[in-house]
């Protein structure tokens, strides 16, 4: 379970309270996901939606705010994963092992530009969050 919350907090979507975050953290992921919100202009309902795990919605402004977010938590740059990062942020919750794992599955993605690159990634870590 805290995986899940985990990379739902990954994707700046999900109850940050429930991955044990600290309140300033908490408040830090909220502000991170409310200002790439205003930033790609996407609704409350597309930001849910994602944070479901529906991927139905391509609007290009979606995958924009996920790159957002993404960049902003330092686990995204210049439209590239950073390994390292995300190792140090879940390794300790779900062991490097099953990170490593999903990251052999995920990290080689590409998408058309960084948005939806980021978009996949999001989406391919949301997909396999059960192997974590």
């Given at each position: 379970m805290?995986v899940?919350?985990?990379?739902?907090?990954?994707?700046?979507?999900?109850?940050a309270?429930?991955?044990e975050?600290t309140?300033?953290q908490?408040?830090?992921v909220r502000?991170?996901a409310?200002?790439?919100a205003?930033?790609?202009r996407?609704?409350?309902?597309q930001?849910?939606?994602?944070?479901?795990?529906?991927?139905?919605?391509?609007?290009?402004?979606?995958?924009?705010?996920?790159n957002?977010?993404?960049?902003?938590?330092?686990?995204?740059?210049?439209?590239?994963?950073?390994?390292?990062?995300?190792l140090?942020?879940?390794g300790?919750i779900?062991?490097?092992?099953?990170?490593?794992?999903?990251?052999a599955?995920?990290?080689?993605?590409q998408?058309?530009?960084?948005?939806?690159?980021?978009?996949?990634?999001?989406?391919c870590?949301?997909?396999?969050?059960?192997?974590?």
């Amino acid at each position: 379970m805290k995986v899940f919350l985990v990379f739902a907090a990954f994707a700046a979507l999900s109850c940050a309270a429930a991955v044990e975050l600290t309140e300033a953290q908490i408040t830090e992921v909220r502000q991170r996901a409310k200002s790439c919100a205003e930033q790609e202009r996407i609704t409350k309902e597309q930001a849910i939606a994602l944070r479901a795990g529906n991927f139905a919605d391509t609007d290009p402004k979606v995958k924009c705010f996920a790159n957002c977010f993404l960049e902003q938590s330092g686990l995204v740059a210049n439209g590239q994963i950073k390994p390292n990062e995300v190792l140090a942020k879940l390794g300790p919750i779900a062991g490097e092992a099953k990170v490593h794992e999903v990251q052999a599955k995920c990290d080689s993605i590409q998408g058309a530009d960084k948005c939806d690159t980021s978009y996949q990634l999001y989406k391919c870590y949301y997909e396999n969050r059960a192997e974590i």
